[in-house]
Nanobody, 121 residues
Framework: QVQLVESGGGLVQGGGSLRLSCAAS????????MGWYRQAPGKQRELVAT???????NYADSVKGRFTISRDNAKNTVYLQMNSLKREDTAVYYC???????????????WGQGTQVTVSS
């Protein structure tokens, strides 16, 4: 079984910073792309940032210049450094990853359980 476990969410004042982490564990053969998504109350889940296995990154326009996605392949972990946080960044943040497990050896997209980020004014 493969699991993604997020950590690092919490309450922060506007203009502050948070760093989210998401660690993959289990019978992992290879991890392809990893990413962060978020869902605010009453809204659809939206992409925040993605990073490929070759560390090519992609960001939503709303977070460009403020958020940075990175990964540590040795730790099977993806990070999201969030700076200059705004109230509109308040949401549940989910990580995902396309993972090839030891069996069956086919790619599958896994999701974490989500971590709450709340930005106060």
């Amino acid at each position: 079984q493969v699991q993604l476990v997020e950590s690092g969410g919490g309450l922060v004042q506007g203009g502050g910073s948070l760093r989210l982490s998401c660690a993959a564990s289990g019978s992992i053969l290879k991890i392809n792309a990893m990413g962060w998504y978020r869902q605010a109350p009453g809204k659809q889940r939206e992409l925040v940032a993605t990073i490929t296995s070759g560390e090519i990154t992609n960001y939503a326009d709303s977070v460009k210049g403020r958020f940075t996605i990175s990964r540590d392949n040795a730790k099977n972990t993806v990070y999201l450094q969030m700076n200059s946080l705004k109230r509109e960044d308040t949401a549940v943040y989910y990580c995902n990853a396309e993972i090839i497990s030891l069996w069956p050896r086919v790619p599958y997209v896994y999701w974490g359980q989500g971590t709450q980020v709340t930005v106060s004014s």
